[in-house]
């Protein structure tokens, strides 16, 4: 991942992180929340699904645990890294349950229940080549990270 | 009400068909169908064409209409679906509504797809969702469900690939399966990983390939000695909403119990079943939520050897998709073919003994978590 050259690489998705400035900072996942439903969604949908009502943009946090995963270990789609990991975490005091992309060097590591952060990187293509921002989890604990 | 029944059925051999178009498939389907309920084509009052990929991949529209005046079907409604791997289900359930609400005494389903061509890559809901930028494929979503079934119920990677063992030895007995050679345990487990835990074995193969079923009121047929009544056709659609439990399914748990409820039978009632093993892990799912055993318990039900044919409940005995490879909108309307088949005791060596009633349930689509459609139809034999 080149650091220098984030600022210029879009995100996959318009609004669905934040990156705070300064040094090492927390990026969060940004989603969406009703205030008469008191109801989270990720990403953001234009209305309410439950009362077709505004949704305002709800900061949604860093950091949740891993409720299933995979490793895909075809061909990647979309400039991904081979093999890849996926799967769904459960988003710390939101009640959501988030499809997510997991740190491509830390796919050994991934099991129910653990505990992740996310982090923001260069991972993949817009499907023609063209660099992309994407959001994906790492382990809270950053004492088992590969050495390659 | 009318009552509402299946009078022909027809299908092509799965696999590859490099020199057929999608329109060639459709319609020869359509004609073993036509030729197979003994009616002329002036008497099919509104058609239902389903292809997943048509559009997508040869840039063509309203292929219906095509397929349908090949067999010479023509000026009345033709209806051009779309629904992923429940496209021919679909059009099956369409034709159903249509004739169950007197519009029409007969209908004509038919679904197609071609996929062996290159770079068919592997299949996604729609290259705008969040999840497949974040890349969401197919074969993912049912490898996150094996996982949680395993860390939940304690279910194996031995239990998981017997359902690929199964309807590999299934499908010995099925000419028009693709993939016809018995598998061992020990090659379904050490075929290569696609997606953890399910090899490549326990992921169904693409075809080419295309199903159709003729269905009218029972008013029409001169005789009614191989027609198949339709108990219930229902569609589902997912609810999307998280969390998700993976284990659970509340689209799979919805759709059977509401096909349930509308024939009027139970999971005991059943001799027969296609389901949507598109990957091992699913069709242990489908056990669960058809009520064939309890949660949790599919894995062991597969292990014991009860979904084979000659056990309490089989399943897939045409082979599923596992063997016949899933050319995605002909899929549904295979499963109709293969219920017909054994409720008219024409199965040979694969027949279930005294099949009286029989039930296709498929799935369709990722979106949330959750699946894009889910169909379920029974269906009983007459006599």
Same mark, same amino acid.
């Given at each position: 991942?080149?650091?220098?050259?984030?600022?210029?690489?879009?995100?996959?998705?318009?609004?669905?992180? +934040?990156?705070?400035?300064?040094?090492?900072?927390?990026?969060?996942?940004?989603?969406?929340?009703?205030?008469?439903?008191?109801?989270?969604?990720?990403?953001?949908?234009?209305?309410?699904?439950?009362?077709?009502?505004?949704?305002?943009?709800?900061?949604?946090?860093?950091?949740?645990?891993?409720?299933?995963?995979?490793?895909?270990?075809?061909?990647?789609?979309?400039?991904?890294?081979?093999?890849?990991?996926?799967?769904?975490?459960?988003?710390?005091?939101?009640?959501?349950?988030?499809?997510?992309?997991?740190?491509?060097?830390?796919?050994?590591?991934?099991?129910?229940?653990?505990?992740?952060?996310?982090?923001?990187?260069?991972?993949?293509?817009?499907?023609?080549?063209?660099?992309?921002?994407?959001?994906?989890?790492?382990?809270?604990?950053?004492?088992?990270?590969?050495?390659? | 009400?009318?009552?509402?029944?299946?009078?022909?059925?027809?299908?092509?051999?799965?696999?590859?068909?490099?020199?057929?178009?999608?329109?060639?498939?459709?319609?020869?389907?359509?004609?073993?169908?036509?030729?197979?309920?003994?009616?002329?084509?002036?008497?099919?009052?509104?058609?239902?064409?389903?292809?997943?990929?048509?559009?997508?991949?040869?840039?063509?529209?309203?292929?219906?209409?095509?397929?349908?005046?090949?067999?010479?079907?023509?000026?009345?409604?033709?209806?051009?679906?779309?629904?992923?791997?429940?496209?021919?289900?679909?059009?099956?359930?369409?034709?159903?509504?249509?004739?169950?609400?007197?519009?029409?005494? +007969?209908?004509?389903?038919?679904?197609?797809?071609?996929?062996?061509?290159?770079?068919?890559?592997?299949?996604?809901?729609?290259?705008?969702?969040?999840?497949?930028?974040?890349?969401?494929?197919?074969?993912?979503?049912?490898?996150?469900?094996?996982?949680?079934?395993?860390?939940?119920?304690?279910?194996?990677?031995?239990?998981?690939?017997?359902?690929?063992?199964?309807?590999?030895?299934?499908?010995?007995?099925?000419?028009?399966?693709?993939?016809?050679?018995?598998?061992?345990?020990?090659?379904?487990?050490?075929?290569?990983?696609?997606?953890?835990?399910?090899?490549?074995?326990?992921?169904?193969?693409?075809?080419?390939?295309?199903?159709?079923?003729? +269905?009218?009121?029972?008013?029409?047929?001169?005789?009614?000695?191989?027609?198949?009544? +339709?108990?219930?056709?229902?569609?589902?659609?997912?609810?999307?909403?998280?969390?998700?439990?993976?284990?659970?399914?509340?689209?799979?748990?919805?759709?059977?119990?509401?096909?349930?409820?509308?024939?009027?039978?139970?999971?005991?009632?059943?001799?027969?079943?296609?389901?949507?093993?598109?990957?091992?892990?699913?069709?242990?799912?489908?056990?669960?939520?058809?009520?064939?055993?309890?949660?949790?318990?599919?894995?062991?039900?597969?292990?014991?050897?009860?979904?084979?044919?000659?056990?309490?409940?089989?399943?897939?005995?045409?082979?599923?998709?596992?063997?016949?490879?899933?050319?995605?909108?002909?899929?549904?309307?295979?499963?109709?073919?293969?219920?017909?088949?054994?409720?008219?005791?024409?199965?040979?060596?694969?027949?279930?003994?005294?099949?009286?009633?029989?039930?296709?349930?498929?799935?369709?689509?990722?979106?949330?978590?959750?699946?894009?459609?889910?169909?379920?139809?029974?269906?009983?034999?007459?006599?």
């Amino acid at each position: 991942m080149n650091q220098e050259s984030t600022q210029a690489i879009a995100p996959v998705a318009p609004g669905i992180f +934040v990156v705070p400035s300064g040094e090492g900072s927390q990026p969060r996942l940004i989603g969406g929340s009703c205030p008469s439903c008191e109801k989270h969604y990720f990403p953001r949908p234009k209305y309410c699904p439950s009362c077709l009502g505004p949704v305002e943009e709800a900061d949604l946090g860093s950091t949740g645990t891993v409720y299933s995963f995979t490793v895909v270990r075809t061909r990647a789609p979309l400039g991904l890294p081979e093999p890849y990991g996926i799967g769904y975490v459960d988003l710390d005091g939101t009640g959501l349950r988030v499809f997510c992309l997991f740190d491509p060097a830390c796919i050994d590591d991934l099991q129910a229940g653990l505990q992740v952060r996310l982090a923001v990187g260069q991972l993949g293509h817009d499907g023609r080549g063209t660099p992309r921002m994407r959001p994906f989890f790492t382990p809270q604990r950053a004492g088992r990270e590969r050495s390659g | 009400m009318a009552s509402v029944i299946v009078l022909g059925v027809g299908m092509i051999p799965f696999g590859k068909h490099l020199k057929l178009s999608v329109v060639d498939m459709g319609a020869e389907a359509a004609y073993l169908a036509l030729k197979d309920a003994g009616l002329p084509p002036a008497r099919i009052e509104i058609g239902f064409f389903a292809s997943a990929g048509a559009s997508r991949m040869f840039g063509e529209s309203t292929v219906g209409q095509n397929v349908f005046w090949e067999v010479g079907v023509n000026k009345v409604p033709v209806i051009n679906v779309e629904n992923a791997c429940t496209s021919g289900s679909t059009a099956l359930y369409l034709a159903y509504n249509a004739v169950l609400a007197g519009q029409v005494e +007969v209908a004509l389903a038919v679904g197609s797809e071609k996929l062996c061509v290159p770079d068919t890559g592997l299949l996604n809901s729609g290259k705008t969702e969040l999840d497949t930028q974040l890349g969401m494929v197919a074969p993912a979503g049912f490898a996150m469900r094996a996982y949680r079934h395993m860390v939940e119920f304690g279910t194996t990677r031995e239990q998981l690939a017997q359902v690929a063992v199964k309807n590999r030895l299934h499908a010995e007995h099925n000419q028009i399966a693709q993939f016809r050679t018995p598998v061992s345990l020990e090659q379904v487990l050490a075929a290569p990983m696609i997606v953890d835990p399910l090899t490549r074995l326990q992921c169904c193969p693409i075809a080419d390939g295309a199903a159709a079923a003729v +269905v009218c009121s029972d008013r029409v047929a001169k005789s009614l000695g191989r027609a198949v009544d +339709v108990n219930a056709a229902v569609l589902c659609t997912g609810n999307y909403e998280s969390p998700q439990d993976m284990v659970r399914w509340e689209t799979d748990y919805r759709s059977c119990a509401l096909a349930y409820e509308k024939a009027g039978l139970g999971p005991k009632d059943i001799d027969v079943v296609e389901c949507h093993d598109a990957f091992t892990i699913a069709e242990i799912l489908h056990y669960e939520a058809l009520g064939l055993c309890k949660l949790g318990e599919g894995g062991a039900l597969v292990a014991q050897g009860e979904t084979a044919l000659g056990g309490r409940i089989p399943v897939n005995v045409s082979g599923g998709l596992l063997s016949r490879g899933h050319p995605v909108a002909a899929t549904g309307l295979a499963q109709v073919v293969e219920i017909v088949t054994q409720l008219r005791h024409e199965a040979g060596p694969r027949q279930v003994d005294s099949a009286r009633i029989g039930l296709a349930q498929c799935m369709g689509g990722d979106k949330a978590g959750d699946t894009k459609s889910c169909t379920v139809a029974i269906f009983s034999r007459r006599s």
